[in-house]
């Protein structure tokens, strides 16, 4: 059974950066594309980015190089790193499994609210 | 903005029909995706590659596509499918992964 658990501050201050980790259970992370999705509260959905392949990434062009997606494979974890955040960055975090590039996203985290805020 | 445009919300009764359009013009080229999501809870996938339904998924759900738009249909509408529902595809280029705004779906 696939499980994915996002786990990382709740408050981060402003310009700091934001990091975020995903603890896959059941599969190994090796293969998919394991992403990362938020939610800014009342809002709808947007894709961050992903990983693939313990190494390829591909981000959302919205995150101007802020953002960075690594993966340890010894602990079957990939993560999120975002700098210089805002407020604009307030949202619930989820990591997703995605089935292909640009395929559907089949397994979730039940997702992380960070905040930004001094 | 979202490349995918998705009406805000939409209002039907119990048993009845709704119907949630999706639309870009990248969608003739590009599989859609449906979620549903409730309050509080992550996305859960109702409908892939157009109009494939996961197992364990109600049979009352369905997508289909025509053109640039693509439609959720639910049948028989229960008040247990009221929530928010997100179609996804991929942006212009085909390079990236983009989700429509949501439809808010009540049962009256």
């Known amino acids: 059974q696939v499980q994915l658990q996002e786990s990382g501050p709740g408050l981060v201050k402003p310009s700091e950066t934001l990091s975020l980790t995903c603890t896959v259970s059941?599969?190994?992370?090796?293969?998919?594309?394991w992403s990362w999705i938020r939610q800014p509260p009342g809002k709808g959905l947007e894709w961050l980015g992903y990983?693939?392949?313990?190494?390829?990434?591909n981000y959302n062009p919205s995150l101007k190089s802020r953002g960075t997606i690594s993966v340890d494979t010894s602990k079957n974890q990939f993560s999120l790193k975002l700098t210089s955040v805002t407020a604009a960055d307030t949202a619930l975090y989820f990591c997703?499994?995605?089935?292909?590039?640009?395929?559907?996203?089949?397994?979730w985290g039940q997702g992380t609210l960070v905040s930004v805020s001094s | 903005s979202s490349e995918l445009t998705q009406p805000p919300s939409v209002s039907v009764s119990p048993g009845q029909t709704a119907r949630i359009t999706c639309s870009a013009d990248?969608?003739?080229?590009?599989?859609a995706y449906w979620y549903q999501q409730k309050p509080g809870q992550a996305p859960v996938l109702v409908i892939y590659?157009?109009?494939e339904r996961p197992s364990g998924i109600p049979e009352r759900f369905s997508g289909s596509s025509s053109g640039t738009t693509v439609t959720l249909t639910i049948s028989g509408v229960q008040a247990e499918d009221e929530a928010d529902y997100y179609c996804?595809?991929?942006?212009?280029?085909?390079?990236?992964?983009?989700f429509g705004g949501g439809t808010k779906l009540t049962v009256l």
């Open positions: 997703a499994r995605g089935f292909t590039r640009k395929g559907f996203y089949e397994y």
């Open positions: 996804q595809s991929a942006d212009s280029s085909g390079n990236y992964v983009v």
């Open positions: 990983i693939y392949n313990s190494g390829s990434t």
């Open positions: 590659n157009d109009g």
């Open positions: 059941g599969v190994s992370i090796s293969s998919f594309y």
């Open positions: 990248a969608l003739p080229n590009q599989y």
